[in-house]
C-alpha cells in the first residue's frame, strides 16, 4: 500500500492511497474459505459447495469491505503518523479521483481532498489596548435587590379584613335552589383561595371587607370561569365540575396578607448565617453593593471576553480553505439548504478561527482546567441557582453533593472544563495587553450590548 501527500497549497492538499492486490488478497481468500464452511448452498452439503461458486458470490463483496476497512484505518493511521493538522475530514477529490472498474481493476486509487489547519503566530504585547468597562452600582440597584429579598423572605400573616391581595381560608358547602345545604351536598374544608384571581368583579367586591366567620354565598363556576380551576378548589372530579352549576356558602376561617419581611438582624442571620457581622441597614447595604458589583463583574468579564476573542481574530485572521470548507460544511449538513449555509458560513469561519487561535494558546502556555477547579466552578453554579430560589447560605455538603450531579453528566463536565480553559485563555491575554479601565452606568453597558 502506498499513501502521499501532494500540496496544492498552504492550505489545500491531495492525498492518493494506492491499494495493490497482494494488500488484500490474502485476507479475501481467507474469508471465502470461511464463507465455504459457513455457507448454505442449495443441492451442496455444508462445507462442501465448489470454490468457485463460492467466489462468484461473494468474492467481490468480501473484496469491497475489505478495500473500504483497509482504506480507513491506513488514511486515519499516516494522519497521525504525518501529525497533519487538518480541518474538517477528508473528502473524496472532485477533480483528481479517477473511476473506479470493481469489475476489472485490481489495484485502486483513492484521492483524498483535505483542508490544513494555518500556521499561527498570536503575538501580544503592551501595546495591545483592550477596553474593561466596570458597571457602577446605584442606589436603585441597592434597593430593588432589598426588596426582591424582602419579598422572597416575607410570609403570610393573619389579618382582620380581607382587601384585594388576601388570601383566604374557609369552608365551602354547596347549597340547593332554596339556600339550604343541599342533599348530597358537594363539601370542602380548608380551601385557600386568592382573592385576585376571582374574575368576576361583583363577586370579588362581595369579599372586600369581610372578615373571620362571615359568610359569602356564590356560584363557584362564575366567580372563575374556569371549570377546571374550580374543580381543583372543590376537590371534586372533571366530570363533576364540568356539570356543577350551584351556589355555594363559604364560611370564612382565616385572612392572610403577604407581608415582606423587615429588615432587621434576624433576617440578616437567616442570609448569611448565625456568625454574621451584618448587623445594621448600613451594613446590609454595604454588603449587598459588594455583592451585585461581584455579580456585575461577571458581566464585564463577559463581555471583555467577547471583546478579546473579537479582538485576536481581526488581529490574528488565520488564513483558512474556505472552498473545501465550505464543500465539507455542505455535505457534512445535507439536511442544510445552499441558502442556510450561506448565511451561516461566516459566522461558522469565525467560530473556527477562534478555536485555532484558543488551541494555539493552549498549547503554547501549557493551560489546562484541573478536576478540582471544575467541581469548585460546579459549586459556585449551585449556589447561584440557590440564592435564585432564596436560598442565600445553603450548606457547603448542599453544595458540593449539586456539584457532584453536574459533574457526573459527560456533556456538563465538558462545559465546564471549556469555561475554564477560557476563562485562563482571557486571564492570560489580561497579563499581556495593556487594559483600559472604564466605568459606565448599567443602562450605557446594556445599551453597547445591543
Not at 502506498?2 to 492538499?13: G, S
Request: hydrophobic share 35%.
Amino acid at each position: 500500500m502506498k499513501i502521499t501527500k501532494e500540496n496544492i497549497d498552504n492550505l489545500n492538499a491531495v492525498v492518493k492511497v494506492l491499494i495493490e492486490k497482494p494488500d488484500y488478497e490474502k485476507t479475501v481468500q481467507e474469508t471465502l474459505k470461511e464463507y465455504r464452511q459457513k455457507a448454505s448452498i442449495p443441492g451442496f452439503r455444508p462445507g462442501k459447495a465448489p470454490i468457485n461458486l463460492i467466489k462468484r458470490r461473494f468474492e467481490k463483496s468480501i473484496m469491497l469491505e475489505e478495500i473500504n476497512k483497509l482504506l480507513s484505518q491506513n488514511l486515519t493511521a499516516y494522519m497521525m503518523d504525518e501529525k497533519l493538522q487538518i480541518l474538517g475530514e477528508p473528502m473524496p477529490s472532485q477533480e483528481h479521483q479517477k473511476p473506479i472498474d470493481w469489475e476489472q481493476d485490481e489495484s485502486f486509487e483513492f484521492v483524498f481532498d483535505i483542508g490544513l489547519s494555518p500556521q499561527l503566530e498570536v503575538p501580544l504585547d503592551e501595546n495591545d489596548k483592550l477596553n474593561f468597562f466596570t458597571i457602577q452600582v446605584s442606589d436603585d440597584m441597592v434597593d430593588q435587590q432589598i426588596d426582591m429579598i424582602c419579598s422572597q423572605m416575607g410570609e403570610n400573616k393573619e389579618t382582620d379584613a380581607v382587601n384585594e391581595k388576601s388570601l383566604v381560608r374557609g369552608n365551602f358547602i354547596e347549597l340547593n335552589e332554596q339556600g339550604d345545604e343541599a342533599e348530597n351536598q358537594i363539601k370542602a374544608d380548608g380551601v385557600l383561595l386568592a382573592v385576585d384571581l376571582i374574575k368576576k368583579e361583583e363577586i370579588k367586591k362581595e369579599f372586600l371587607g369581610k372578615k373571620k366567620e362571615d359568610v359569602i354565598v356564590f356560584n363557584p363556576v362564575d366567580a372563575y370561569q374556569d371549570r377546571h380551576e374550580v374543580g381543583h378548589l372543590l376537590k371534586i372530579s372533571h366530570e363533576q365540575a364540568d356539570e356543577l352549576n350551584s351556589m355555594f356558602q363559604f364560611s370564612i376561617l382565616e385572612i392572610l396578607d403577604f407581608v415582606k419581611a423587615e429588615l432587621s438582624e434576624e433576617l440578616y442571620k437567616k442570609i448569611y448565617g448565625e456568625e454574621t457581622d451584618i448587623k445594621t441597614e448600613k451594613d446590609f447595604r454595604n454588603k449587598l453593593k459588594e455583592e451585585i458589583a461581584q455579580s456585575l463583574l461577571q458581566s464585564s468579564e463577559r463581555r471583555f471576553a467577547y471583546d478579546t476573542r473579537e479582538a485576536l481574530v481581526n488581529k490574528v485572521n488565520p488564513e483558512l480553505p474556505e472552498n473545501f470548507l465550505k464543500r465539507w460544511v455542505t455535505q457534512s449538513n445535507q439536511n442544510m439548504t445552499p441558502e442556510e449555509i450561506e448565511k451561516d458560513f461566516d459566522g461558522f469561519l469565525n467560530d473556527l478561527r477562534w478555536q485555532l487561535i484558543k488551541n494555539y494558546l493552549i498549547k503554547e502556555n501549557n493551560l489546562k482546567a484541573e478536576e478540582e477547579e471544575a467541581f469548585e466552578l460546579a459549586k459556585q453554579i449551585a449556589h447561584t441557582q440557590y440564592s435564585q430560589y432564596g436560598i442565600y447560605n445553603a450548606p457547603e455538603d448542599q453544595l458540593e453533593s449539586f456539584a457532584k450531579m453536574i459533574m457526573e453528566k459527560p456533556e456538563e463536565k465538558e462545559r465546564l472544563f471549556n469555561k475554564i480553559l477560557e476563562d485562563k485563555i482571557v486571564d492570560f491575554v489580561k497579563g499581556k495587553v495593556t487594559l483600559e479601565n472604564k466605568e459606565i452606568t448599567r443602562e450605557e453597558f446594556e445599551e453597547m450590548a445591543k
